[in-house]
């Protein structure tokens, strides 16, 4: 009996430039921010110094994550786009070598020569098809899916800012002392490991402990320095 090849099957987004930011961003917003109003309520008992430290570290961290991503994802992509365009270059003044190269792949994957020859013959009646896959071949992207970068600032921007507000939150609304922001931030920072599980192979307990026990330490640490500073009157 000859079983089927299944093709209901859809696979998620892995190169749109989004995931990573928005991921990143919300975890350093929270960490961070964490951190920062864990240290300076160690170094101070004002709640106004406090929440201002807060606002700055959101408004400072969110802008810098928006501007490093535009960068460094822009630095990427025109990186690719360059090499791309080498790529349509060759394959206009070289055609044939290219279309041997092309088979040769093929063949290194298992397919016959003659097969493999006919392949790359057909690909190769397609300028736009024939640059895509050799793309993908040799530098591993291809020319219509390059990540943007203003899609990847966009995403770090508000990820980090939504991050970085959690720990805020109680000191925005009155709340004085530490307690009640470890707690949010504490309880979030699990919840927000937990839910990176779902795009991840690992299980939502471990991954949710995970960041826990890094925000918790990166918080531990910087209390201790606030306090340590603070009580030396500096």
């Known amino acids: 009996m000859t079983g089927s090849a299944e093709v209901h099957h859809q696979h998620r987004d892995v190169t749109g430039g989004w995931l990573r930011p928005s991921v990143f961003g919300a975890m350093d917003g929270l960490v961070s921010n964490f951190a920062l109003i864990a240290g300076i309520a160690g170094g101070t008992g004002n709640t106004k110094v406090i929440a201002l430290g807060g606002v700055a570290g959101l408004a400072a961290g969110a802008l810098s994550m928006a501007g490093g991503e535009y960068v460094s994802v822009a630095s990427q992509r025109e990186l690719a786009q360059a090499e791309i365009a080498v790529e349509r270059r060759e394959l206009a003044s070289y055609p044939e070598a290219e279309q041997a190269e092309l088979a040769q792949t093929f063949v290194d994957k298992g397919v016959t020569p003659d097969l493999a020859a006919e392949v790359a013959?057909?690909?190769?009646?397609?300028?736009?098809?024939?640059?895509?896959?050799?793309?993908r071949n040799e530098l591993g992207v291809a020319p219509g899916e390059l990540p943007s970068p203003v899609v990847a600032?966009?995403?770090?921007?508000?990820?980090?800012?939504?991050?970085?507000?959690?720990?805020?939150?109680?000191?925005?609304?009155?709340?004085?002392?530490?307690?009640?922001?470890?707690?949010v931030s504490c309880v979030a920072l699990f919840a927000a490991g937990a839910a990176v599980s779902a795009v991840t192979a690992r299980t939502w307990w471990f991954s949710g402990l995970r960041q826990l026990l890094v925000g918790a330490l990166a918080a531990g640490v910087t209390f201790g320095l606030g306090n340590l500073i603070g009580a030396s009157g500096l």
């Open 153 to 183: 600032a966009v995403s770090s921007f508000l990820s980090f800012s939504a991050g970085a507000l959690l720990p805020l939150l109680p000191y925005l609304f009155g709340v004085k002392g530490l307690a009640v922001s470890a707690v």
């Open 121 to 135: 013959r057909q690909i190769s009646r397609n300028p736009d098809r024939a640059l895509e896959v050799h793309a």
